[in-house]
């Protein structure tokens, strides 16, 4: 990329991106032009060169978000002006917003400046579901259905995991996602209509204190710490809902207070990989989980107390790293002495993951 290109660069990062003819998931380096998302390889924990492709965003439609894949709520998907797809993943639900505004923008600065408003869809106006058009009955049921309902899982709090449930932002997207509503105020108010009717019920400190202090039209929350599940005596009976039976582990209770795509040394062949990480507390712990894989089990991971942690200079290859890895790096060494070296996409962010692991060991 010459200079000229990096001057109109609007954004850069990490991105998960669903194969054409493979359908396997790889990570790869996204770079947002004005008229184009370019994306590259890492090896070696370098970025290619040459592009692996690009993406034209003229006329291009963006669908988030894009719920089709199990395990992975975090996929927007871009639709361009030929009818190519693209399926992307972020690694968090604020990095994946993020990246669909900025793509957004982008397209919308392509639009002629002579193009009809007859022809550019109608925002809706917020709130303007009309509820008595609504079968409360026929959209539990859907959220019910074992091939396209909404998915329950295992979510902790404070050291206590609460089964079979669902974030309110799931539920809200889930509901744009089969069209029951066009904007989050929509489905926020369809969502606080099934809850006030007793088809779900509030799980967890957030949304039993949401329901003790709030209207009822302000009772659902549209928020990825609040939990929700259907009623007992209805999930019994209908049972068509996959319900989740992984079991519990002390490891991952604890709060996330950082996720993100870092590159890791391997600690046999010593390649590097991209790796989504997360950091959670009480108790503090390091995961990191393969993207290219839908398990939803980490790769591996390990405690944090006691663990020493410090960045590299970038003068040169440190010691331990094999490859003409340079820049971005820190160092972890466990309390067991495990020896764990990663590399950041940017300073600024090897300087956050280094602040919040000393925060949290």
Same mark, same amino acid.
């Given at each position: 990329?010459?200079?000229?290109?990096?001057?109109?660069?609007?954004?850069?990062?990490?991105?998960?991106?669903?194969? !054409? +003819?493979?359908?396997?998931?790889?990570?790869?380096?996204?770079?947002?032009?004005?008229? *184009?998302?370019?994306?590259?390889?890492?090896?070696?924990?370098?970025?290619? &060169?040459? @592009? #692996?492709?690009?993406?034209?965003?003229?006329?291009?439609?963006?669908?988030?978000?894009?719920?089709?894949?199990?395990?992975?709520?975090?996929?927007?998907?871009?639709?361009?002006?030929?009818?190519?797809? !693209?399926?992307?993943?972020?690694?968090? #639900?604020?990095?994946?917003?993020?990246?669909?505004?900025?793509?957004?923008?982008?397209?919308?600065?392509?639009?002629?400046?002579?193009?009809?408003?007859?022809?550019?869809?109608? *925002?809706?106006?917020?709130?303007?579901?009309?509820? !008595?058009?609504?079968?409360?009955?026929?959209?539990?049921?859907?959220?019910?259905?074992?091939?396209?309902?909404?998915?329950? &899982?295992?979510?902790?709090?404070?050291?206590? *995991?609460?089964?079979?449930?669902? *974030?309110?932002?799931?539920?809200?997207?889930?509901?744009?996602?089969?069209?029951?509503?066009?904007?989050?105020?929509?489905?926020? =108010?369809?969502?606080?209509?099934?809850?006030?009717?007793?088809?779900?019920?509030?799980?967890?400190?957030?949304?039993?204190?949401?329901? #003790?202090?709030?209207?009822?039209?302000?009772?659902?929350?549209?928020?990825?710490?609040?939990?929700?599940?259907? @009623?007992?005596?209805?999930?019994?009976? #209908?049972?068509?809902?996959?319900?989740? =039976?992984?079991?519990?582990?002390?490891?991952?209770?604890?709060?996330?207070?950082?996720?993100?795509?870092?590159?890791?040394?391997?600690?046999?062949?010593?390649?590097?990989?991209?790796?989504?990480?997360?950091?959670?507390?009480?108790?503090?712990?390091?995961?990191?989980?393969?993207?290219?894989?839908?398990?939803?089990?980490?790769?591996?991971?390990?405690?944090?107390?006691?663990?020493?942690?410090?960045?590299? $200079?970038?003068?040169?290859?440190?010691?331990?790293?094999?490859?003409?890895?340079?820049?971005?790096? +820190?160092?972890?060494?466990?309390?067991?002495?495990?020896?764990?070296?990663?590399?950041?996409?940017?300073?600024?962010?090897?300087?956050?993951?280094? $602040?919040?692991?000393?925060?949290?060991?």
């Amino acid at each position: 990329m010459d200079e000229n290109q990096q001057k109109s660069v609007l954004k850069e990062g990490f991105l998960v991106k669903r194969g !054409h +003819l493979v359908h396997n998931w790889k990570a790869r380096w996204f770079v947002l032009m004005p008229d *184009t998302l370019m994306y590259y390889k890492f090896d070696g924990g370098k970025r290619d &060169s040459s @592009q #692996r492709g690009r993406i034209l965003l003229t006329e291009c439609e963006i669908t988030c978000p894009f719920l089709d894949f199990d395990n992975r709520p975090l996929v927007f998907k871009l639709r361009t002006k030929c009818s190519a797809e !693209h399926f992307l993943e972020a690694c968090s #639900r604020e990095e994946r917003d993020q990246w669909v505004a900025d793509i957004r923008a982008a397209v919308e600065k392509l639009r002629p400046a002579d193009s009809s408003p007859s022809s550019q869809p109608k *925002t809706p106006v917020p709130g303007s579901l009309q509820l !008595h058009d609504v079968s409360l009955n026929q959209v539990v049921d859907s959220m019910y259905d074992v091939h396209s309902g909404i998915k329950l &899982s295992s979510h902790a709090e404070q050291a206590i *995991t609460h089964r079979n449930c669902f *974030t309110g932002s799931a539920v809200v997207d889930w509901l744009m996602f089969s069209q029951r509503a066009l904007t989050r105020v929509e489905a926020v =108010t369809l969502a606080s209509a099934i809850l006030e009717e007793g088809f779900l019920r509030p799980v967890g400190l957030r949304s039993l204190e949401a329901q #003790r202090i709030h209207e009822l039209s302000e009772q659902f929350l549209d928020d990825s710490t609040a939990l929700y599940g259907f @009623q007992a005596e209805n999930f019994k009976k #209908r049972g068509s809902v996959k319900a989740d =039976t992984s079991p519990s582990n002390s490891e991952l209770s604890g709060k996330v207070v950082k996720r993100g795509y870092l590159l890791k040394q391997g600690h046999k062949r010593k390649n590097w990989k991209v790796r989504l990480f997360v950091l959670r507390s009480e108790p503090g712990y390091l995961h990191y989980y393969d993207p290219s894989k839908d398990d939803v089990s980490p790769a591996g991971g390990f405690s944090l107390r006691g663990c020493l942690v410090s960045a590299l $200079e970038d003068n040169g290859v440190p010691s331990g790293v094999k490859g003409k890895v340079q820049g971005n790096l +820190l160092k972890v060494i466990t309390q067991s002495d495990a020896h764990y070296y990663i590399q950041a996409p940017s300073r600024q962010e090897k300087m956050e993951w280094i $602040e919040a692991i000393k925060a949290h060991s």
